[in-house]
């Protein structure tokens, strides 16, 4: 356990922006695996947006967004 009070907020920060990002990530993946079931157009362009934020925030790579948008994009 942290002994500062800095390091007791760093944690409680810490907390919260994981939560934050392990949202997103699991609703970008939701997307994805929905896209490729079912490719309409709507389902695809929305797991495209989601990827280019998730890179914004620096959750992927952005190379790894260029090759998830690659393979929806084959799907239309």
Not at 39 to 56: G, M, Y
Request: hydrophobic fraction near 35%.
């Amino acid at each position: 356990m942290p002994v500062t009070k800095s390091a007791n907020k760093k944690l409680r920060q810490d907390r919260i922006r994981q939560a934050r990002n392990q949202k997103l990530k699991a609703r970008l993946l939701r997307l994805i695996k929905g896209a490729k079931k079912q490719p309409t157009k709507k389902k695809v362009l929305e797991a495209i947006k989601t990827a280019d934020k998730s890179v914004k925030k620096h959750l992927l790579h952005k190379n790894k967004a260029a090759r998830i948008k690659s393979s929806l994009a084959k799907l239309l």
